[in-house]
């Protein structure tokens, strides 16, 4: 069983709308939470990090962490054909960072 | 600063020969992870450095797979023989410090095909 657990996809929004891409873990140690955003043919970046249970926003951004759900979410506000792209969640602690398998993210015009 | 390098970009090789890949990380960071991405398993820890020395080889999938990191500026892997389910994205990613909770900073990645 995968760690980290995202619904592949893919998910296709409204330009304008907020996407919601969801994330579960099953390692209650983990501590450091991770969404990168991935298109196609290029490496993993960094666009948000969250440590504590809440939200932290972050431009059209907010990530969501519930520790004790095991569960971590980002939303993106205002959706544009530019957030298109696969976005992996990823968790662990001090030893560790496991990557979700990722979620495809269309957005429609 | 450049960031993560990667060579080659692209490497199409035949089944049995043997392939080595190379990265160059960003100057200062002192921890450097390699990662394998394919459709079906997504994006697998293989490696991870700190100061040059493996930490964990368990994501490594067989004994055909090698890494080294001789000094803090290169890392190589390498596959020998190499089959035909090595194929995947090979990306190498660096960060400053040994904690988890910085940011991971990836290279482009290498597209390994083996016929």
């Known amino acids: 069983q995968k760690e980290v657990e995202q619904n592949s996809g893919p998910l296709s929004v409204p330009e304008g709308a907020i996407a919601s891409l969801n994330c579960t873990y099953s390692?209650?140690?983990?501590?450091?939470f991770f969404w990168y955003r991935q298109y196609s043919g290029k490496s993993p970046e960094l666009i948000m990090s969250?440590?504590?249970?809440g939200d932290k926003e972050d431009g059209r951004f907010t990530a969501q962490l519930n520790k004790a759900s095991q569960y971590v979410s980002l939303l993106i506000r205002d959706s544009q054909p530019s957030d298109s792209a696969t976005y992996l969640c990823?968790?662990?602690?001090?030893?560790?960072?496991?990557f979700g398998s990722g979620t495809r993210l269309s957005i429609r015009p | 600063d450049a960031g993560v390098i990667q060579s080659p970009r692209h490497e199409v090789t035949e089944m049995g020969q043997e392939v080595t890949l190379r990265c160059k990380p960003i100057?200062?960071?002192?921890?450097l992870f390699w990662y394998r991405q394919t459709m079906m398993r997504g994006l697998e820890l293989l490696i991870y450095?700190?100061?040059?020395?493996?930490?964990?080889d368990s994501g490594m999938p067989e004994d055909r797979f090698s890494a080294k990191m001789p000094n803090a500026s290169f890392s190589t892997l390498k596959i020998q023989p190499s089959e035909p389910r090595d194929s995947a994205v090979y990306f190498c990613?660096?960060?400053?410090?040994?904690?988890?909770?910085?940011?991971?900073?990836f290279g482009p990645g290498t597209r390994l095909t083996v016929l």
């Open positions: 990823a968790g662990g602690g001090a030893s560790k960072i496991i």
């Open positions: 390692d209650r140690g983990s501590q450091s």
């Open positions: 969250i440590y504590s249970n």
């Open positions: 100057s200062g960071h002192n921890s």
């Open positions: 450095f700190n100061n040059n020395v493996p930490i964990d």
């Open positions: 990613a660096t960060i400053p410090g040994r904690t988890w909770v910085n940011e991971q900073f």
